[in-house]
């Protein structure tokens, strides 16, 4: 895009006010001008690269006839100076605050055409990295799949796609760097969630670079394990696969960050760019398949203490959480009791040791025991009493242990229901 070719009818809506509060946010100087005429702003800028000032005049009179002409000029002045493309000068002036998240795919085209499938395939994917990346703004995960869907919602609700380019196939997200909305269910935007639109870029930002480390590190050493700390960055099974599938089968892929200048970053980074080829689908797949591991279900033997007991009333199932000393890397589980509840109560009490040997499942950030095989408590003389094992005879009590996918998915969620506003304007879950 050229401002000096922009035609009259995408300039005659742009006040000289909002020009104006851009050139101010960039450093321009307002210096003279004509009353009721025209405004001089000086642009000084490093002077290592501007060896004299850029002067632009803002017309102030929209009602003359040369004023479209005029604007032109100014945001063409503008364009010299501003770190950023002519069509996203134009939309921080209507839209101030947003970063510029370009997706460039290298794909084989003719006339920067791309197969439509493999187009379909990189907004999808590129789509779910910027679904992923929100949620985990608002909460490190394995993986999300339906969890943290409101943060997704109101992400998406605020992001504009800017023009594709000429050239090869680019997607531009345009994202916001203020405070996200939060809607009730009524649609009324009263409050705030808390998470910007800048520490969801960041978190794309953090995410993908650490993917990216852990993928050549397993290229050339070969070990899945690399994957295994990139949760704490934002890595999730979520972004892993809207990765894949926005790479495809294409030479590679290449995400782009332009920092809005008038929110700066620590450092003064103004751009950001992270490049997955073709070579790394290898390593994104085992990314996925080990964070998935992760989390299958596996037999497992723990000790720790009961910090926490919680049932409606004493004839209820229970559930204790149990903090762990040994056995597994998690800090907590917790398992659904029936009448072993009260056995549990008076080591909650003492402080005592428990062990418990069976099948241990993580749902998101909670690690559950779905079957129990063996109960047992220990005092402080070091006495062992079997609650639950194959001696004790007690097949009910063991059953009221077993918890399904289903229980533990409730069990996670204090509301106990479902929001009905799981999917998005395209119909699409998030």
């Not at 009590?397 to 106990?416: K, L, N, V, W």
Request: glycine share 8%.
């Amino acid at each position: 895009m050229d401002f000096l070719t922009i035609p009259d009818r995408d300039l005659q809506g742009i006040g000289p006010q909002e020009v104006e509060a851009l050139l101010q946010s960039i450093g321009w100087q307002q210096q003279g001008g004509v009353p009721g005429i025209s405004r001089q702003w000086v642009y000084s800028g490093d002077e290592s690269h501007h060896a004299r000032s850029v002067v632009a005049v803002v017309p102030l009179d929209a009602t003359f006839d040369d004023y479209t002409r005029r604007i032109r000029e100014v945001l063409d002045k503008i364009s010299k100076v501003y770190p950023r493309r002519p069509e996203s000068i134009l939309l921080e002036i209507e839209l101030p605050g947003s970063d510029e998240i370009e997706n460039r795919k290298y794909s084989p085209s003719i006339s920067g055409s791309i197969a439509w499938r493999a187009a379909e395939r990189q907004i999808v994917g590129f789509r779910k990295a910027l679904v992923a990346s929100a949620k985990a703004a608002e909460d490190r995960q394995r993986q999300f799949a339906r969890s943290h869907r409101k943060i997704a919602q109101e992400y998406l609700g605020q992001l504009r796609m800017g023009q594709t380019r000429p050239g090869s196939f680019i997607i531009t997200a345009l994202s916001p760097t203020g405070v996200l909305p939060a809607a009730d269910r009524g649609g009324v935007y009263d409050a705030h969630l808390g998470i910007t639109g800048r520490e969801v870029v960041e978190t794309l930002t953090s995410s993908l670079n650490t993917l990216h480390i852990a993928a050549d590190e397993y290229l050339n050493e070969d070990r899945e394990e690399v994957f295994d700390d990139t949760i704490a960055d934002g890595v999730s099974i979520d972004l892993i696969k809207g990765m894949i599938e926005n790479l495809g089968t294409a030479e590679g892929t290449e995400i782009s960050i332009d920092w809005n200048p008038r929110v700066p970053r620590e450092g003064g980074v103004k751009s950001t760019t992270v490049v997955f080829e073709s070579k790394h689908v290898t390593a994104l797949k085992t990314a996925q398949s080990r964070l998935q591991k992760l989390s299958a279900p596996r037999s497992v033997t723990i000790i720790g203490n009961v910090i926490n007991l919680d049932r409606k009333s004493p004839r209820d199932p229970g559930v204790i959480t149990v903090d762990v000393i040994d056995g597994v890397d998690a800090a907590t589980v917790k398992i659904r009791l029936g009448s072993e509840y009260n056995d549990t109560i008076d080591s909650h009490k003492s402080g005592d040791l428990i062990r418990i040997d069976g099948i241990l499942r993580q749902e998101n950030t909670q690690h559950w025991f779905t079957a129990v095989n063996e109960l047992a408590l220990f005092d402080s003389r070091g006495d062992v009493r079997v609650v639950i094992g194959p001696d004790t005879g007690e097949e009910s009590d063991r059953a009221a242990a077993q918890i399904s996918t289903a229980e533990i998915e409730r069990q996670g969620d204090p509301d106990g229901d479902e929001d009905s506003e799981n999917e998005d304007a395209t119909g699409e879950d998030v």
